[in-house]
């Protein structure tokens, strides 16, 4: 890819140095603590007040506080890449979409808190619908680099712009309209459309970008071998279990393959209707 080496930009949050909050008391929790503090008349309970208000404090300071960042020369040039990527992606879309509103990039080590509760590197990237921010650990580009085979700053590219795609769906109401649906896992439901729809968005990107000159040869290949090491059958042949289709949630190497290209051929998101499609 062409990008600008020292980019930064507003729509990325620097988490790297943010301690996570405890998971503090959970409501079963609290009921009891009052419960018992009721037994004590109003001291009790007011005793359980400053209880938990404690706790909340805690937790927020613990949420807030935030160390120094220490960074390698190649963490800082991985810093600086999703920085382009983010700008490049949201600027796509707001030529696209009519109004349009940014995604933030929280950029985290470890695990970190969001509005969808506790979340860490494992799960990989995500994003939450209740804060509309995508959340990523940089160390998962190795991950997808040494662990899936998927090389190259474009399968990078591939990633981020996948999980704004999410953010485009929450905007237009897809994300509403699923959770209230069925949204049913396995090789039809609604959560396989939902993902396959994110790769084409992605692939609408990435048409774009290639009309700029953002891209270079080879990279759709890239981003293409990104889509197929992260199908669900793959994985689960990886993990040494048999192909369950009951239980996919992101379809098929080859179904995330086709709907990427679908997107780059299209470089229209009006071609990325899975909801429609007989055939994924």
């Known amino acids: 890819m062409r990008w600008d080496r020292g980019h930064t930009s507003d ?20 009921l009891y603590l009052f419960q018992f503090a009721s037994r004590f008349g109003w001291k009790g309970i007011l005793l359980a007040a400053v209880v938990v208000g404690g706790i909340f404090l805690f937790s927020n300071f613990q949420m807030g506080a935030v160390g120094p960042v220490q960074e390698s020369a190649g963490e800082q040039q991985e810093m600086q890449f999703v920085s382009f990527v983010i700008d490049d992606v949201q600027g796509t879309w707001d030529r696209l979409m009519p109004g349009y509103r940014h995604s933030k ?3 985290f080590r470890g695990a970190t808190n969001t509005g969808c509760g506790y979340g860490d ?7 939450c619908p209740q804060d509309q921010q995508v959340y990523l650990d940089l160390s998962f580009f190795d991950e997808l680099s040494q662990r899936f085979g998927a090389p190259g700053d474009f399968a990078q590219a591939y ?24 949204a049913g896992v396995g090789a039809g439901g609604d959560s396989v459309r939902v993902e396959l729809q994110a790769d084409c968005y992605a692939g609408v990107w990435a048409s774009q970008a ?3 000159d953002v891209l270079e040869v080879g990279d759709l290949e890239e981003g293409l071998r990104a889509a197929a090491a992260i199908g669900d ?6 993990s040494g279990g048999r192909v369950a289709p009951d239980s996919f949630t992101h ?6 393959v086709r709907w990427l290209r679908r997107g780059y051929e299209a470089g229209d998101p009006a071609a990325c209707d899975t909801f429609s499609a007989r055939q994924l």
């Open 233 to 238: 059958d793959r994985l689960q042949k990886q």
């Open 210 to 212: 290639a009309k700029r």
């Open 105 to 107: 990039l929280v950029v």
């Open 11 to 30: 729509d990325v949050v620097d988490a790297r140095g943010r301690r996570p909050a405890s998971a503090g008391m959970g409501a079963g929790s609290l």
């Open 251 to 256: 379809g098929t190497s080859e179904q995330r």
């Open 159 to 182: 990633v981020v712009a996948h999980e704004i795609g999410h953010h485009v769906q929450d905007l237009m109401g897809t994300t509403d309209r699923v959770r209230q649906g069925r």
């Open 121 to 127: 590197s494992a799960t990989g990237p995500f994003y």
